[in-house]
């Protein structure tokens, strides 16, 4: 089990970990550069394989780090996510 009050307060750790469970996952992950909450984003882009077909799937992954805070993330601390995604061309976020 992970104690996310292990992580420090500034959420770069966390981040780090995302990242690195998405690349467990294959799913490429790339930094989106810094933003307004001085977080960096990071743009996972997932490979879909059939039968027929390939095709690749770009998610907007915001890393928000409140366990020192004990609260839980809320909208407004994810900001318009439709024009985020819209930005960079993700399908959706998590």
């Given at each position: 089990?992970?104690?996310?009050?292990?992580?420090?307060?500034?959420?770069?750790?966390?981040?780090?970990?995302?990242?690195?469970?998405?690349?467990?996952y294959?799913?490429?992950?790339?930094?989106?550069?810094?933003?307004?909450?001085?977080?960096?984003?990071?743009?996972?882009?997932?490979?879909?394989?059939?039968?027929?077909?390939?095709?690749?799937?770009?998610?907007?992954?915001?890393?928000?780090?409140f366990?020192?805070?004990?609260?839980?993330?809320?909208?407004?601390?994810?900001?318009?996510?439709?024009?985020?995604?819209?930005?960079?061309?993700?399908?959706?976020?998590?």
């Open positions: 089990m992970i104690d996310f009050k292990e992580l420090p307060q500034d959420g770069r750790a966390f981040e780090q970990l995302v990242r690195e469970i998405l690349l467990i294959e799913a490429h992950p790339q930094w989106t550069g810094q933003g307004p909450d001085q977080g960096r984003d990071i743009v996972a882009t997932e490979e879909l394989r059939g039968p027929i077909a390939h095709a690749q799937r770009r998610w907007l992954v915001q890393c928000k780090h366990a020192h805070a004990d609260r839980s993330v809320g909208r407004d601390d994810v900001g318009a996510v439709v024009d985020d995604c819209r930005q960079i061309g993700a399908k959706g976020t998590f």
